[in-house]
């Protein structure tokens, strides 16, 4: 172990990285810059970091708003359903726990893991609201309700109030279960800092064409890049309401891939409920459930191929073309289904010609 007075609180390999990474507990109050830099110094650490936190990206809300399933509408998810629903995927979410029993996702969840150390596996309204937007089929309609979920518990109660919050390490080994289980998409409604270690693992997912998908942030139009997001090979989508509006705590920045509805849209809740939610977290949901979609069509689309039909379907907001507000513009289930079919029916095409 490098020694420079610091506790060992666990070893982890995790295959996806193809790195063996140990956290500590520095016992003495020093900064954490402090013992980094120390242990920097050390030819046996490859690098050194903190294990950061990342918060959900879930913000305010009017309780009072009416046409509570209208992102429904404005993804075109009729026509998306004649098309596909979700049957055969696997949707990996990254989150606090889903509550698997209530009545709207019956079925939904396949498998779970607990990545988290506070021994506490109990479900919370925020992955269950994620895990209904994709795959509800009750009460609530989801975008693929055939999908199948994979639940990350990543995030954990982190103060008095209930603020859920994860670590690189946490999210880092949920990634790796949820690729090792066959997931081709990680859905990563949370924001952090900038994260080597965390861009490292995106990497090697994008490299084994998983899809992923992040919230844009809730930090407001002058914030820094939020991270997931902002990283390369991943999906950054922010909020917009029933007008079309962007959520004004969104983050703005040239990450913005395209938008969905994430303001004032009806979600799952604990103890068999609905609630009315609102941030760039809900709609990154529409967008994996959308990608769900898209895969059932065509199983063997690339990241590349399911970025382009979902910005080139989007129907464009703001200025003309992309801009940093709205990407794209607001996802389009049907027209990129649409798409998808046209780009493999030119492919077959192509390849019959002698």
Known sequence: ALDQGQEVLERVALALVGTRLVRYRIPDGRAVAVVVAALESDARALSVQPNFFYRQDAGETDPGSENLQYALNKVEIGDAHLQARGRGTLVAIID???DANHPDLDG???DTIDVTSDGNAAPHDHGTGIAGIIS??????????EAGLLSVRAFAHSDAAGSNAATTIGILRGMDW????????LNMSFAGAYDPLMERGVAAAAGRQVIMVAAAGNNGPEAAPAYPAAYDRVIAVTATDIADRLYGQANQGDYIALAAPGVDVLVLALDQAHLVQSGTSFSAAHVSGIIALLLEAQPTL???????????AAHDLGP????SRFGAGRANASKALRLV?????KETEASKTP
Do not use: C, E, Y
Request: charged letters at 15%; glycine letters at 16%.
């Open 96 to 98: 606090s726990g889903i």
């Open 108 to 110: 939904a969840v396949v």
């Open 136 to 145: 509800a089929n009750g009460l609530m309609r989801g975008i693929a309700p």
């Open 178 to 185: 949820a690729v090792k289980g066959g997931a081709r998409i």
């Open 302 to 312: 690339t990241a590349d191929q399911v970025l382009w039909a979902l910005t080139a």
């Open 320 to 323: 003309d073309g992309w801009d």
């Open 341 to 345: 079919g046209h780009l493999f029916r």
